[in-house]
Nanobody, 120 residues
Framework: QARLAQSGGGLVQPGGSLGLSCVAT????????IGWFRQAPGKERELVATMIWTGESPYYVDAVKGRFTISRDRNTVSLQMTNLRPEDTGTYYC???????????????WGQGTQVTVSS
């Protein structure tokens, strides 16, 4: 059993930067996937970035490529977001699992969610 505790987020103007953190405790193994999802009001939760726990195979959806960076330092997984846009607004969730790393269904463990609002 793993637990994911998130921090970070908030309100930022377009073009600004924010960082999100996710501390993993419990049974996270080295071949697990760790990812960040977001959910805008009225929309499905969607993958933003993911990687294998070891840091291999980082993947970003096209909408955030070049602006977001996923990384891990010990048990903390971070999502650094730059050049933020209003369409990046939503609730962000970190997630861990062992299935399809590109699909919500591949994740077993979820953080509590944190709000990111990009607005002037």
């Amino acid at each position: 059993q793993a637990r994911l505790a998130q921090s970070g987020g908030g309100l930022v103007q377009p073009g600004g930067s924010l960082g999100l953190s996710c501390v993993a405790t419990g049974a996270i193994v080295h071949n697990s996937n760790i990812g960040w999802f977001r959910q805008a009001p009225g929309k499905e939760r969607e993958l933003v970035a993911t990687m294998i726990w070891t840091g291999e195979s980082p993947y970003y959806v096209d909408a955030v490529k070049g602006r977001f960076t996923i990384s891990r330092d010990r048990n903390t997984v971070s999502l650094q977001m730059t050049n933020l846009r209003p369409e990046d607004t939503g609730t962000y969730y970190c997630a861990g699992g062992y299935g399809d790393m590109y699909s919500k269904s591949g994740y077993l463990y979820w953080g509590q969610g944190t709000q990111v609002t990009v607005s002037s």
